[in-house]
Structure formats: structure tokens, C-alpha cells
């Protein structure tokens, strides 16, 4: 574990514990994750890395533990017990492992949806067509455009989501996402069946987020990837944390090679 | 299971060589169509009575009322069964048509057109018809068609299934008559019915809140049962409440509108003018309603209430927005209801009604305010038409055919809004959910 | 306490209806969990058994039975509402929700389509056979049997009571002990997992709906004995059966038996509270209750997966 002396954490999380039933799926859980870093989570199929996203973002609620949300210049803010929207509203957004877009919407009008979640239009404005609404309306156009520009989907803004391609798919949600203005994003398996070409850009989008001050804390198996943008890691398996440290370290840690069955195996994964 | 059978290994018995016999496809369809003509015969045949309830069958059966639907029976069975490369070769120049049709898109100019013409006919149609006709225009179709748009709000953009609509348009209707004296317990002011609009949408608004507060998080099909609960709770409430609502009688001699100088009627016409402009009006106002933000929130939340919630969408709140608003149409139209009828009694708004509504929603096409109104429209005018051939009691019979064969063959319904044929188009593929009731487990095309 | 003066009567009498509720709710629980559906055209499934063994009862014509002919009247009765309520669920099936499933419709098309049916059966059946009750002829010399605590248990509190258990032991075994009932469990599970594991989804369903309607059918023909039979009787009996079944937590079958005896019993204690008009309303508002307070029901819900 690294030694925290006077870095900034953007999120604690301390001994967060859940269980199902007879099942415990996080078993003393606790990172940290530095300001404006990206902070991998890896580690086995089951170990716990999608519960970990789903009790930060509100989904599941742990029977144990911490987590606090620093905000720059905010105060701390405790995340667990609120419901999802509510996380969002903090500042903490986050990407699905089997990508959950809005289907039959279109590319622009799913990354408008997370922009428009700070607005504060209502129904009768909308329905009068009051100032405020068409300027908030024209606000969430730009942004939304700017937005998809940034991931590199301008050309498609006005596609069926559903028919894009799939890595196209993933950066929209990412789009979307960030539509919301978040702290820190949650990336769930961004690179999960996405092609070589695919995993660089995802590579330099990561990199270009993690530049606009926003810290990415991102679940992933493709290493090649890990090793390229993170500047830690932590391991899960079974649902407890086996190591942490950069991505060299952790490399050569022999529980994780054993965790993997072999760190080669791994590494030659993308 | 009987795997070995069913991969073209020689029928080992004639029962084995009867099963396979009846999965093939035209041999299914030679029994669906003779099954539907029986039905037909059925329906439209003469009902049973108190001292021979048999006679009804056996008259539709048995006699010579049955012999057209079996004559067709026969003959569609035998198309069905041998006339394959016919019935292909004559689907297939519609099926050309439709295709080709597809990707045109209608010029401008001829929209506008055709609005234009659609204005003069709703202005100067009506003072032609008999006034039998034109108080169905106004009592039916008109009320049908608010009733519509308020509902598609709430199932159509936001994917809620409320089954207890008629309860808010009861509401409305009630404090009508509370606010002009009609009922048992008298009110602190009296007022004309047009004045009442604030105060009836009011309390139909508060009882879509006090309704929807608690039950808006329930999933999809407990909604349903809950709104329909509610909706008879309402409707039997008023039935024993005697001193309140005189119960089964309900009031009566509720006045017209009279506003400005002006005074509604018996006549319909002024009552139809007054529900164009606020059924126009209205539209207006949903459209632009749906194109904001609030109609995407919606969209999103019909699409995957999980995703919308990660979102930032406070999912409750946008929920409840959208019951509410179809809440208030509903106590709306009630007023206008009220006052047009003069009486009301808890007989109006049984839970039929609510069904009905629903069916107008999704024959026309939810999500769509043109196909709502187009459904309403028709579905209000369908059993006037009727009168004469069907007895109306046997409407429903009708009506709870439409909506399965709406929902095998159509269910966009007539005029869909394109986002709704998206959404059915992608859950037949397997993908997402089509509305916030997502897809029944183990369904796969 | 207003209902204290009978309260036993009640509670026999409560118990009694409440095995027929039971028998409807299994209905409604079964299909909800192997297809997630609320099946709303149970109800009539349950009218068309109570005409099926009416008519049986008719057709035989038998005047002031007693003794065997009496068992074997019930019988007879309970036979031909299986059929009917059997025959009508498969044809439903068929009709209104498998075609929606082969084209992978999304969820609210099969709750149209089952209010469609609903709505198709109940006024089909009022046209062919008319829109008032008809009683059931007498199958035996009804009256007390014997009293407990001083409340009279009747004839036809025994038949419908001992009816009804005989067939919800009979239902338990079979989803316990047979494999359809094991295959009834694993489709509610994971549909698709049974159907990789080499179970046919479709006779799976099939099935169900059948047993679901053999159940309703012979609640429909004990109902009719007590309160005959009627084109549309199949409404508030059956939405307080859906009531029960989410009260005993839906897809649990053991629940839908506990749900609809407790609603049995609270619908005639509270009865005697409020005037008979109110009925159905306080089942309305348990189940109102029941589901904002403890939606997963009194024994959670079981047969079917839970997040």
C-alpha cells in the first residue's frame, strides 16, 4: 500500500464489506485513489471488481465500510446509503461492463441525457418555451457535441445507438458519462471486446480524461492497456485486496501471479 | 426429449407421424384460420337467453347464421394447406410497395397542405353532421381523444402502465359537481364550470401525487395492479358514500359553461370548438414537452431506468412529473365531461373505461400524440357506427380482440412515433429492453 | 372488536373461501414465475371452469341427491372445471401470449394482450350464457356438519375446504417430486439456462398454464356451489387471488396457499366491520398495503430468482 502522506485522495474507500446471504462478495475492501490519477482494479473473473463499482455508485449497499468522496475544494461527502442518481449528482459517474445505452435513442441524445442531468429546466418551462429552456436546450446541443467530438464520434451524432459499432458504443457511453460532469469516472471493462485498434484509442481517450482533471478509476483484464495508462493498481480476489502499487509492482508480486496462475498468461492477454 | 424423432428418422408410429404432421407451418395456419372463423361465427352470432342459455351457441353453431363463416373456413383451409406459392405470389407486390415506400420522405409543402385541409375539416366538417353525431363528437370522441393525450403521456412517454386512469377524470367530475352545489354536502363558494378547471385539475393533480408518491417505485406490473386498485377504490368509494356523492345516483343538473358574456348549450358545436382549441392546445404544448429535456429523461427512463439513474436522472421525480400531468388532463376533461353532460354517476367511470383508454393508447400508437388521436378517434366513433349491426353489449367483445390481434400483428399501433418502432424493432432482436418493462425472460426470436 | 361477536364463524367461513382463492392464486403465481407475467386472464379461466361444471351438474339433472351420487356430483363437477379451466388456459396460451413470445415482444404487449383476453372471454361468455347468476343445482343436503367454538362448519364449508386441500397437496407434490415440477422450478429460475440444460421451454410453459388452469377451473366450480355462477365473477375473485398471491409472495407456491387463506379470513373479519359493499375494496387496499410495504410478500418470493 502506498503511503499516503500529503497526497490529495479524490475517493477513500475503508473496509467496505458486502455480503449476500451466506456469499461474501467484498471482504474488507479499502483503496485510494489520488487526485487526477488513474487507478486500476484488476484482478480475476468473480473477484468483486463490478460489486466494488456497484457499492460506490449506490447500486448495492455494503453491510460494512466507508467510502468518501473528496471533491476539489468540496467537503468530504460520504457515498455510501444514497441511491444512484444521488452519487451521480456528487460528482462520480461510471460505464457498464455490458454497455447499457439507450438503445433506440441516438448518439447525441444519450450524451445530451447526461448533460442535461444539471439543468434545471422544468415541464412548464419547457412547455411555454420560456428563455431559459431554449437556452439550456442550445447549451446541451454544444455540449453534447463538443462531448462526442471529444471521443471522436461527431461524424455519427445522429445514429441509432443501437446500430453503432460496438467500440463506437463504448465511447459513447463514455460520452455520456462525462455528459454529467463528473470528479471521477468509473470505467467498467472499457477494452471488453473491443479490437486492437480499438483498445489504443481507448488507450489515448483514457489519457486525454485523465488530463482534463478528471480521475479515472477503471476496472480492466486487458494488461497491455493497464500498464499503458495507470499509474496504480489495486488487485482483487475473492473479494479482498492481495496488493497494491504501480503496475510494475504488482507485476512482479508473486500473489498475483499465483492469483493469475501465472502473471505471463496475463500480460499476453491483449 | 424426443430429439430422435423430430431429425427425419423414419415415424416409428402413426401417433409420432400425426405430431409432425401437425408442426408444419401451413397446417397450423389451415387451424388457426378455421379456429378464427368458428370464433367469428360465435361472436357475431345471436346470444344465449335467461331460459335457454345454449341457444346462443347453437345458433351461431348450428344454423344457418354459421354457414358464410364455414364455407370460408373451408376454402381458407384449403389455401392455406395447398395454396402456398399463391398466397406468396400475392403478398409479395405489397410487400414491394412497402419497401419502396420506406425511404421517401414527404416534401414540405405537401405537410403543410395537408394540415391546412385538416384545419377546414375539423372547423366546417362538424356543422354538417346530425346532432346525434355531433354530440358523439363531443360526448365521445372529443372527451376519448383529451383522455388519450393525457394517458400517453404517462404510458406513452414515460412508460407507466396506470390502470386506474377514470379515477382522475372521476375527480375532476365530482368536484364539478361539489363546486356547483349538486352534491349532498354544499361547497364554501359556487361557481360556474369554467371556473372550476383550476380548482378540479388541482385535485386530480394532488391525487396523482398522493397515488403516485408511494407506488411509483413498484415494478412495472405491480404498478398496474395498484392503479387499478385505485381506480376501484375511487369508483366504489363514490357508489357507498352516499352523503357525499349521493352515491348510485350521482348528481345532476350540473349547469354549462358560461363565461365572458358567453353561455354553452345542449347544442354541441360551441362544446366541440371549446375542445378543439384545448385539445390543440394541448398538443402543443406535449410536443414540445416531449422534444425537451423532460421527453428524453422520459425516453431514458422507458429505455433503462439503471443506465438513466447512473445518469443523474432522478427517476422517481420524473415519474411522478408524468403522472401528475396525465392526472390533471384526466380531471380536465372531467370538468368539461361534467359540465357538457349535466350528470354524473359512478356508473361513468368504471373500470371498463380505464381498459378503453388504454386500448385507444396503444391501438393508435403510445408515444405518439397524431396516433393517439387517430386511435381515440376511431375506437370513439367505431361503436356509433356499429349500432345498427352490433349490440352494444358485445362491444367489448370486439375490443378485446383488437387489442391481442394489435399486439401479434401491430404493435406500434397506427400511426407509431418512430422512436417506439425503433424500440419494438430492437427487443424483437434481443436488444434492450423496448420500455421500462423490459422482455419476458427465455422470450428469443 | 366489531368482528369478535362471530369470529370463528367468520374464520371457517374465511378459510373456506380463502382455499378457493388459494387454488386461483396458484394460477397467477405459477405463470408469474416461469414467465414473469401477471397472467390477467386467469380470472376468466376460473368463470369458464365454474360454467363447465355447471353445466355438467345441469346436464346430469339429477334432483335431491345424497349419500355417493352426492361425491360423485362434486366429483363430477370438479372434473369438468378442470377441463374447461385446462382447455381454456392452453387456448390462451396459444393465442394470445405464445405468438408474442416467438416475435420476443417486450413485456407490456403481453399485459395488453392478457387484458384483451380477459376482457374477450368475460364478454363472450355473458353474451353465450348470459349476464346474471345461475346457482348450482343442489348436489347434496346442505346445513351444519358439526360446530367448533360454536361456529357452525356446513356442508359446504367441509366439501370446498377438503376440495381444495386435497388438490394443493397434490399441487405441492408435483412441483416437489416430478419433473415437471422440476422443470416448472428451473424455467422460473433461469429460462435460459434450463433451456441449455436440455429443458423444452415451451412444453415447460405449455404445462404450467395447464396446471394453472385445471386449479382455477375446480376453484370455479366450488365457488359456483356457494355462490353460483356468473359471466363475470371472475373479476373480483380474481384480483383478490392475485392479491393473495402477492401477499404470499409471488412465484412462491406455498405463499400463494398462505396468502389466499389469510385474505379469506381478513375479507370476512373486515366485512363485519364495514358493510358488505366495501369487500372489495378491503382487498384492494391490502394489496395497495402488501405491496408498498413489503412488496417480496409474507414468505418471499421463491420459485423464481431474486435480483
Known amino acids: ?270 | 426429449m424426443t430429439t430422435a424423432a423430430t431429425s427425419g428418422a423414419p415415424a416409428t408410429s402413426t401417433w409420432q407421424g400425426l405430431q409432425r404432421w401437425s408442426r408444419r407451418d401451413e397446417v397450423r395456419r389451415a387451424v388457426s384460420l378455421v379456429a378464427l372463423m368458428v370464433t367469428l361465427a360465435v361472436i357475431t352470432g345471436p346470444s344465449g337467453t335467461q331460459t335457454a342459455p345454449y341457444s346462443g351457441l347453437r345458433g351461431s353453431l348450428f344454423a344457418s347464421h354459421a354457414i358464410p363463416f364455414y364455407v370460408l373456413a373451408v376454402v381458407l383451409a384449403l389455401v392455406a394447406l395447398f395454396g402456398g406459392r399463391w398466397t406468396a405470389a400475392a403478398v409479395a407486390p405489397v410487400r414491394q410497395l412497402r419497401e419502396r415506400g420506406r425511404g421517401v420522405v414527404i416534401p414540405r409543402y405537401v405537410k403543410l397542405i395537408a394540415l391546412v385541409l385538416l384545419a377546414v375539416l375539423l372547423l366546417y366538417y362538424p356543422t354538417t353532421l346530425t346532432p346525434f353525431w355531433q354530440t358523439v363528437l363531443v360526448d365521445q370522441m372529443g372527451i376519448y381523444v383529451l383522455l388519450a393525450v393525457g394517458l400517453n403521456v404517462v404510458v406513452g412517454f414515460a412508460g407507466l402502465l396506470d390502470l386506474g386512469y377514470i379515477a382522475f377524470f372521476a375527480i375532476g367530475a365530482y368536484t364539478t359537481a361539489y363546486f356547483t352545489d349538486k352534491l349532498p354536502v354544499h361547497p364554501p363558494f359556487v361557481l360556474n364550470p369554467f371556473f372550476i378547471f383550476p380548482i378540479a385539475v388541482g385535485a386530480a393533480l394532488l391525487a396523482g401525487v398522493i397515488l403516485g408518491g408511494p407506488t411509483l417505485r413498484l415494478r412495472g406490473d405491480y404498478l398496474a395492479i395498484v392503479t387499478l386498485g385505485f381506480g376501484e377504490i375511487v369508483r366504489i368509494t363514490a357508489v357507498n358514500s352516499d352523503s357525499l356523492t349521493n352515491g348510485p345516483q350521482g348528481a345532476f343538473g350540473i349547469p354549462h359553461f358560461a363565461a365572458f358574456g358567453y353561455k354553452w348549450t345542449l347544442d354541441s358545436l360551441p362544446y366541440y370548438y371549446l375542445l378543439l382549441g384545448v385539445v390543440a392546445a394541448i398538443v402543443f404544448f406535449f410536443s414540445r414537452l416531449n422534444n425537451s429535456r423532460v421527453g428524453r429523461a422520459w425516453a431514458a427512463i422507458r429505455e433503462d431506468e439503471v443506465a438513466a439513474a447512473a445518469t443523474g436522472i432522478p427517476t422517481l421525480k420524473f415519474k411522478l412529473m408524468a403522472f401528475a400531468i396525465g392526472a390533471s388532463t384526466s380531471g380536465f376533461a372531467g370538468v368539461i365531461y361534467a359540465s357538457k353532460v349535466g350528470f354524473i354517476n359512478p356508473d361513468n367511470f368504471p373500470l371498463l373505461l380505464s381498459i378503453l383508454v388504454l386500448t385507444m393508447v396503444i391501438f393508435g400508437g403510445m408515444g405518439s400524440i397524431p396516433g393517439v388521436i387517430l386511435g381515440a378517434a376511431v375506437l370513439g366513433w367505431l361503436p356509433n357506427y356499429l349500432r345498427d349491426y352490433v349490440p352494444a353489449q358485445d362491444r367489448f367483445i370486439y375490443f378485446g380482440a383488437l387489442l391481442i390481434v394489435m399486439m401479434i400483428f401491430r404493435p406500434q399501433g397506427l400511426l407509431p412515433s418512430k422512436r417506439r418502432s425503433r424500440e419494438l424493432r430492437l427487443s424483437e432482436l434481443g436488444v434492450g429492453g423496448a420500455d421500462a418493462m423490459g422482455t419476458i425472460p427465455g422470450t428469443d426470436a | 372488536m366489531c368482528f369478535t361477536q362471530s369470529f370463528w364463524q367468520l374464520t371457517i367461513s374465511g378459510l373456506a373461501l380463502g382455499s378457493v382463492y388459494a387454488l386461483i392464486a396458484l394460477g397467477y403465481t405459477l405463470v408469474y414465475g416461469v414467465l414473469q407475467l401477471i397472467n390477467f386472464a386467469h380470472s376468466e379461466v376460473f368463470m369458464l371452469g365454474g360454467f363447465g361444471g355447471l353445466f355438467l351438474i345441469r346436464g346430469l339433472g339429477i334432483s335431491n341427491p345424497s349419500g355417493f351420487t352426492s361425491v360423485a356430483l362434486v366429483i363430477g363437477g370438479m372434473l369438468a372445471g378442470a377441463v374447461f379451466g385446462g382447455v381454456t388456459a392452453f387456448v390462451l396460451e396459444r393465442v394470445a401470449y405464445r405468438p408474442l413470445r416467438r416475435r420476443g415482444a417486450p413485456k407490456l404487449a403481453f399485459l395488453i394482450s392478457a387484458i384483451g383476453a380477459s376482457y374477450f372471454l368475460l364478454n363472450l361468455a355473458g353474451k353465450e350464457f348470459g349476464r346474471f347468476n345461475n346457482p348450482m343445482p343442489s348436489l347434496y343436503t346442505s346445513g351444519e356438519v358439526f360446530s367448533v367454538f360454536g361456529a357452525q362448519v356446513t356442508t359446504n364449508n367441509l366439501v370446498i375446504g377438503s376440495a381444495a386441500v386435497v388438490m394443493l397437496i397434490a399441487l405441492d407434490r408435483i412441483i416437489a417430486k416430478t419433473r415437471l415440477g422440476m422443470g416448472i422450478r428451473s424455467v422460473a429460475q433461469d429460462a435460459e439456462a434450463a433451456s441449455l440444460m436440455g429443458v423444452d421451454i415451451n412444453k415447460v410453459i405449455t404445462r404450467t398454464f395447464i396446471i394453472g388452469g385445471l386449479l382455477a377451473g375446480v376453484a370455479g366450480f366450488l365457488f359456483g356451489i356457494q355462490f353460483g355462477v356468473q359471466y363475470n365473477m371472475g373479476f373480483s375473485a380474481g384480483t383478490k387471488a392475485f392479491t393473495a398471491a402477492v401477499l404470499g409472495g409471488i412465484g412462491n407456491v406455498r405463499g400463494a396457499v398462505l396468502g389466499g387463506l389469510v385474505l379469506g379470513v381478513a375479507e370476512n373479519l373486515g366485512v363485519a366491520c364495514v358493510s358488505s359493499a366495501w369487500r372489495d375494496v378491503i382487498a384492494f387496499m391490502i394489496l395497495v398495503l402488501v405491496l408498498m410495504v413489503r412488496p417480496t410478500g409474507l414468505l418471499g418470493e421463491r420459485l423464481g430468482r431474486s435480483a
Open chain 1, 1 to 270: 500500500m502506498t503511503t499516503a502522506t500529503a497526497t490529495d485522495a479524490v475517493l477513500e474507500v475503508s473496509d467496505v464489506t458486502l455480503r449476500f446471504g451466506g456469499l461474501t462478495s467484498l471482504d474488507s475492501v479499502s483503496l485510494r485513489h489520488e487526485r487526477g490519477e488513474v487507478l486500476a482494479v484488476i484482478g480475476p473473473n468473480g473477484a468483486g471488481k463490478t460489486s466494488l463499482f456497484n457499492c460506490l455508485t449506490g447500486v448495492y449497499h455494503p453491510q460494512e465500510g466507508t467510502v468518501t468522496f473528496r471533491p476539489e475544494g468540496g467537503r468530504d461527502t460520504a457515498v455510501l446509503g444514497r441511491k444512484p442518481f444521488q452519487v451521480n449528482k456528487l460528482g462520480i459517474a461510471r460505464t457498464f461492463q455490458n454497455i447499457r445505452l439507450f438503445n433506440a435513442l441516438t448518439a447525441v441524445e444519450n450524451v445530451k441525457i447526461g448533460v442535461e442531468s444539471h439543468q434545471r429546466s422544468g415541464p412548464i418551462g419547457a412547455m411555454l418555451g420560456l428563455p431559459r429552456n431554449r437556452r439550456e436546450e442550445r447549451d446541451s446541443d454544444d455540449e453534447a457535441f463538443r462531448l462526442l467530438e471529444f471521443v471522436g464520434l461527431s461524424k455519427r451524432a445522429n445514429e441509432v445507438s443501437a446500430s453503432l459499432p460496438y467500440g463506437d458504443q463504448r465511447r459513447l457511453e463514455i460520452a455520456r458519462a462525462l455528459g454529467t460532469r463528473p470528479k471521477l469516472l468509473l470505467l467498467d471493462e472499457p477494452a471488453a471486446g473491443t479490437n486492437p485498434a480499438e483498445k489504443r484509442q481507448l488507450e489515448v481517450l483514457i489519457r486525454d480524461i485523465a488530463a482534463t482533471g478528471v480521475s479515472v478509476l477503471l476496472i480492466e483484464h486487458d494488461m497491455k492497456l493497464v500498464m499503458a495508462v495507470a499509474a496504480n493498481v489495486v488487485v482483487l480476489n475473492f473479494g479482498q485486496v492481495i496488493a497494491a502499487g504501480t503496475p510494475q509492482e504488482i507485476q512482479r508480486d508473486p500473489k498475483v501471479v499465483e492469483a493469475y496462475l501465472g502473471g505471463d498468461e496475463a500480460a499476453g492477454e491483449a
